[in-house]
T-cell receptor, first 112, second 115 residues
Framework: DQQVKQNSPSLSVQEGRISILNCDYTNSMFDYFLWYKKYPAEGPTFLIS?????DKNEDGRFTVFLNKSAKHLSLHIVPSQPGDSAVYFC???????????FGPGTRLSVLP | NAGVMQNPRHLVRRRGQEARLRCSPMKGHSHVYWYRQLPEEGLKFMVY????????ESGMPKERFSAEFPKEGPSILRIQQVVRGDSAAYFC?????????????FGSGTRLTVV
């Protein structure tokens, strides 16, 4: 049974500093993970992904790290900006790409 | 190029009524997925459809919930005899093909409130 956990419901960071959002998973069929960002009253938008052949994927200010032995991944945002304030969901792709298992989300607040 | 369109944005129903949620996928997308977000929880997969076919409904409650994606028109998520516990945000996503995770696009959701 796949489970994705995000143990920090919220995180506050000062503008310009690093934001680190964490995610743990129990079992993985395909070792393919994604981060989604969600603003209030909007749908989630895809941010960045990582597969098991890598332990790091970078896209601008966003970097995702995957530690397969620890079943842990993290999203780093450097430098954090006020516009990054949103809820971030970690998601695991499974069932041959048919759907996702989402974590409960972490609400990031970037303070000016 | 419009994104995934969901309507209505907000829907209020009394207990026992029916709720119909509509989703028009992005142009060129033939795969539709419905997710539900309960308060303080992540999104939970409900059902995956292609045109005129239900591919995977493993996340759908056994009773009162149904989904369709007809040859013409939007995908419909139907909830009969709604109860307070059905109050949630319902999101639809679409993709051009199966297995293209980066290509999933979500709509803005329908917030259902059962009073």
């Amino acid at each position: 049974d796949q489970q994705v956990k995000q143990n920090s419901p919220s995180l506050s960071v000062q503008e310009g500093r690093i934001s680190i959002l964490n995610c743990d998973y129990t079992n993985s069929m395909f070792d393919y993970f994604l981060w989604y960002k969600k603003y209030p009253a909007e749908g989630p938008t895809f941010l960045i992904s990582i597969s098991s052949i890598k332990d790091k994927n970078e896209d601008g200010r966003f970097t995702v790290f995957l530690n397969k032995s620890a079943k842990h991944l993290s999203l780093h945002i450097v430098p954090s900006q006020p516009g990054d304030s949103a809820v971030y969901f970690c998601a695991e792709l499974y069932n041959y790409g048919q759907n996702f298992v989402f974590g409960p989300g972490t609400r990031l607040s970037v303070l000016p | 190029n419009a994104g995934v369109m969901q309507n209505p944005r907000h829907l209020v129903r009394r207990r026992g009524q029916e709720a119909r949620l509509r989703c028009s996928p992005m142009k060129g997308h033939s795969h539709v997925y419905w997710y539900r977000q309960l308060p303080e929880e992540g999104l939970k997969f409900m059902v995956y459809l292609q045109k005129e076919n239900i591919i995977d409904e493993s996340g759908m409650p056994k009773e009162r919930f149904s989904a369709e994606f007809p040859k013409e028109g939007p995908s419909i998520l139907r909830i009969q005899q709604v109860v307070r516990g059905d109050s949630a945000a319902y999101f639809c996503a679409s993709s051009p093909r199966q297995g293209q995770a980066d290509g999933y696009t979500f709509g803005s959701g329908t917030r259902l409130t059962v009073v």
